[in-house]
């Protein structure tokens, strides 16, 4: 798209006064496009005010971690704000049930376990995703078998789910990237004919929906995270959503100490084995607050993250990610694009990071390949493993761990945080601006060999 003099000066708010006055004086033809140096080549940078910062909070919080303090019921046994924080979380998102619990990671490790998932089965997980959707599988000495992602939407690839099913297999955990949704109908239609529960990490999808509905409420059950970088933020917590009364007794006893809600006797009275997981009620009475903002908040980054995927799109090497047709409302935890070298005179990726920094906007190269991470190896080669799996489970694993797709795009991906969508559409111009200039001078960033 050629660079008019007024979509020049009306996309680039952070030019200097000076600049913009004596462009102003200029008749329009003699401003030549494309003419700004990248940052990175001595240029001005495009943005030099910070994005909005994270988390958010006033004196709502305030209130509410000082009421919650000089209570003294600091605990769920003795307060009540977990009980609340349960019920409004519940109510938001159309769940029949919801326990909170101390973070992401204990919500899908206590899901596990409530599930009956034990030592010796396998569950089927993404290959992109954070580390905790593959530990907790591990931390249950079941075995992670990976399906590869759809380069298209950065979620797992959902014709290949069926594939990967096996006589050991006892449950799915798709993973909803980025705040995006995974393509549920297929997955759970292959969980449904092949009696397969499926669990939805869910942990960077707070108000995402599937077919209108909100998801973590599709599966046998769904986990959110409030840790500090989330979408809905309490420092650490998270939240096991289910229709299950009786997985939610058993999710809960296990989270308690193996004391359910429902153990008769009271204290001290155990219906099975268990851990603490449990949430804390600082955090329970802090996710109440943030919870007031939350919608308006994810408003504010739909807003600005459609407006810019509809500038970036125009810009060649540049593929934002993808949204199935099912997905009604992506909570854009990340914004996610793919980078093409071959748009940018072959500049690699991590050049094109370093100029988009020094343009004022951060961005970052995403995950690694899990499935090659040396550590899921050594892993699986450990005593426990060689226990539970036969020998040839295990050799056959490692034939098959292979995720060309996921590879591609893990040397591909971009990503911009959650925060930089809550200010303004000037800023979205920004990012846009940024990019472009890069692109136009690609071939002078490959020359300089930075
Ligand atoms: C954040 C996250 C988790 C873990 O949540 P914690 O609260 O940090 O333990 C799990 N899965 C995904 C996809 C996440 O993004």
Redesign the pocket.
Known sequence: MPWTRRSFLKRTPALSAATSSLAASLPAAKVVDGTAKPALLGGSKVRSEAFPSWPISGELEERALQETLRSGKWYRGTGQQTKKFEEAFRQLTGARHCLAT???????YVSLNGMGIEPGDEVIVPPY?????IN?VLRQYALPVFVDTDVNTFQIDANKVEAAIGPLTKAILP???GGSACDLDSILSVGRKHGISVLE????AHLAEWRGRKVGTYGTAG?????A??NLNSG???AILTNDEQLHERCYTFHNNGSGLKAPGGNFAYSGTGDNRRMVEMEAALLLAQMTRLEEQSRCRTRNAVYLTSLLKEIPGIIPAQMYEGCTRNAY?LYMFRYRKDGFAGLPRATFLKALAAEGIPASRGYRPLNREPFLKMAVESRAYRKLFPENILREWEEHNECPANNQLCEEAVWFTQNMFLGTKSDMDQIADAIQKIQKHAGELMKQAI
């Open positions: 101390a973070n992401g990671t204990s919500a899908l995703t954070f580390i905790a959707t907790v993973v909803h990237l990490d869910a942990c960077q986990c959110f995270s409030f840790q970088s989330k650490e917590g998270g935890h």
